[in-house]
């Protein structure tokens, strides 16, 4: 997946002048951004932390400017997001790198009241909530990204299968029209193989599979001299059999290397990884759903675990827990915590599903 650039305007000038000028608002909204969610998110810590000891008057004077700074952080946060999506897109990262900066911004509310101690007053207890709230857009923006990304790469190896510098035997050859494409058919039954060296191949007429016998028409220069010279074949399964080349100067590893390379082969691939894909989101689907009370119950034992070693060192055992903060808590609170949690880690379990799909159908080309 790659940013859009003005190549996708066909290069005319309207087109340039329309990328260009993405380009540069998108830079100032991540700029801009940057530059607010810096100003927003800082004054929030400091009301956090610092305010713990301040008078009431000196609290209540601070409340009055306080929404200005929600504003600057939420909407700092939205804007370096969006900045971000447009300059950043196409990186792997990119998706991750902000779903992290903003479920570390949104679980505010789980881990910051329990620093506060005892110095809770309405000032801070509003910046912890503001500052959760300012995660949210960039939470949105990494989900965006990433299933767009995974949904990028599984459209073109879809449709392009190998990158085409992988391709060595039948690198340039058109799609043959006189033959159906196959689902998961054999090699005959795919684009790529030609008529006139069908009607006198050995593996067709023992349908068989080049991939398997480790030569084929692509390859094997024996399988084109006799459909060059127009040597006729028995369509006899058994006696065709006999004159399917067999390369002894080449080893096993070889011959597997030599389909690696091959665009039938290539072909065999895109098949696999259409049969694959479904299967994987829809596997990965039916255990989130199906398995869903029970992750979300060990997520919350973990997370409760946590809490519990944080308080047993920081000595906040046994202490009185101020109400603002009880609603909030991984424990006791309102918010769905574990649900978060478990939701986000199924949307990175299934990427990376699919990324090892990739591996092993492209890379290792099992």
């Known amino acids: 997946m790659a940013r859009p650039n003005p190549q996708n305007f066909n290069n005319n000038p309207i087109g340039d002048s329309a990328a260009g000028f993405m380009d540069g608002l998108a830079k100032a909204l991540f700029y801009g951004g940057a530059v607010a969610t810096v100003i927003g998110v800082g004054i929030l810590l400091y009301q956090i932390f610092g305010s713990g000891t301040a008078g009431s008057e000196a609290i209540e004077q601070a409340l009055k400017y306080q929404d200005y700074f929600r504003m600057s952080a939420l909407w700092g946060v939205l804007s370096m997001s969006l900045g971000a999506a447009w300059l950043f897109w196409g990186e792997e990262v990119a998706g991750p790198i902000m779903l992290i900066i903003g479920l570390a911004l949104a679980f505010a509310q789980a881990y910051m009241p329990a620093a506060l101690g005892s110095g809770v007053n309405q000032l801070n207890t509003n910046a912890v909530n503001f500052l959760s709230q300012s995660g949210y857009p960039a939470i949105l923006v990494g989900i965006i990204l990433i299933v767009a990304d995974v949904i990028t790469r599984a459209r073109i190896r879809m449709i392009e299968g190998a990158k085409a510098e992988q391709m060595k035997y039948g690198k340039g050859m058109k799609e043959e029209r006189d033959v159906r494409d196959v689902f998961m058919g054999k090699c005959w039954q795919l684009p790529y193989c030609r008529k006139f060296v069908r009607e006198r191949c050995p593996i067709y007429h023992t349908k068989r599979t080049c991939w398997k016998e480790r030569v084929g028409c692509m390859c094997e220069e024996s399988v084109i001299k006799t459909a060059m010279e127009g040597k006729t074949l028995s369509k006899d399964m058994v006696a065709a059999a006999k004159f399917i080349p067999q390369n002894s100067k080449l080893s096993a590893a070889a011959k597997a290397e030599r389909c690696r390379q091959c665009v039938i082969y290539n072909e065999h691939q895109k098949h696999k990884y259409k049969l694959f894909l479904p299967i994987i989101v829809v596997g990965v689907a039916a255990i989130y759903i199906g398995l869903r009370p029970v992750l979300a119950g060990v997520i919350q034992g973990g ?38 949690i478990l939701f986000v880690l199924t949307l990175v379990a299934m990427a990376y599903a699919i990324k090892v799909l990739e591996f092993l159908v492209w890379k290792l080309k099992v």
């Open 303 to 340: 997370l409760q675990t946590i809490d519990n070693i944080y308080k047993g060192v920081t000595l906040q055992n046994g202490k009185p827990v101020d109400p603002s903060v009880q609603a909030t808590s991984i424990t006791g609170g309102t918010i769905p915590y574990n649900e978060i």
